[in-house]
């Protein structure tokens, strides 16, 4: 019977009656090799059986934080301390690493879990994850470095806690290309009512100049000093307000401007 081969990695399955079995086994071991999810950052001792504090870890890709995808060259042999626990990992930025304390709380690439006797390597635990999806289309999320979202894109916002963009009044925020401001300082608002409605305005317009009345008109009413006095200080309240209105608004607008809200 001829070799067959499997339907997905193509390895060789010899049949019963062939000679050299040898061949085969060996191509099928190096093309298991040359699998990246099995040759790919492999952690091994350098020696077979150890017979060092040393071990080496194969070239192969990894999927950085930011989505992008790394390459690993493969390492010169790494010395451990003896009768140890290490954490070998790559870092983000594809450094080989290893640690006695653990692997960090920070993105990193888990390799293996290596211990020690007192002068050779007893066990090489794989901690590799493998097959991780990379791709801008492929990603349900901003890489943390930024990036575009899809023509059309949305986000839905929680009904009961909600979304909060920035965690403190420190963070800078930017629209529209406006350069990226701290949330400007509070609004002090003495007068604290407020309301939703603008009620319609009816201008009363005058056409007219006030001729005035002569005191000395018997039977006809006039103001006195007093009267224009209070309208004066009703005017002059009623202009401070307005006035005053009219700085609130300047204030609002140009925080607005620096946020890149208006133009």
């Known amino acids: ?66 989505g992008t995808v790394g390459e690993f060259g493969g390492s010169t042999p790494v010395n451990l301390s003896a009768n140890s626990t290490h954490y070998v990992y790559l870092t983000d930025s594809g450094d080989l690493t290893t640690s006695a304390s653990g692997f960090p709380q920070t993105s990193h690439v888990p390799l293996a879990v290596v211990t020690t006797g007192p002068s050779a390597v007893e066990s090489v635990t794989d901690v590799r994850v493998v097959c991780g999806t990379v791709g801008s289309d492929s990603r349900p999320f901003l890489t943390a470095a930024g990036g575009a979202m899809n023509d059309g894109a949305s986000f839905a916002a929680g009904s009961s806690s909600g979304l909060k963009i920035g965690t403190s009044t420190a963070q800078k925020l930017g629209f529209w290309n406006a350069a990226p401001i701290t949330r400007p300082g509070p609004y002090i608002q003495g007068y604290a009512a407020s309301s939703r409605s603008l009620a319609a305005y009816s201008p009363a317009i005058s056409s007219t100049s006030f001729a005035g009345l002569s005191s000395s008109q018997t039977g006809a009413l006039y103001a006195q000093v007093t009267d224009l006095n209070s309208l004066r200080a009703s005017y002059e309240n009623l202009r401070a307000f307005a006035e005053n209105t009219t700085q609130l608004l300047n204030a609002l607008i140009n925080d607005l401007k620096a946020m890149g809200l208006l133009g």
Do not use: H
Not at 39 to 64: D, K, M, N, Y
């Open 1 to 66: 019977m001829a070799t067959t081969y499997t339907p997905r990695a193509k390895l060789a399955k010899p049949g019963p009656a062939e000679r050299e079995w040898n061949v085969p086994l060996n191509a099928n071991s190096d093309a298991l090799d040359d699998l990246a999810p099995i040759g790919g950052l492999c952690a091994t001792p350098v020696e077979r059986p150890s017979i060092s504090l040393r071990i080496q870890v194969a070239a192969g890709r990894f999927q950085r934080r930011d």
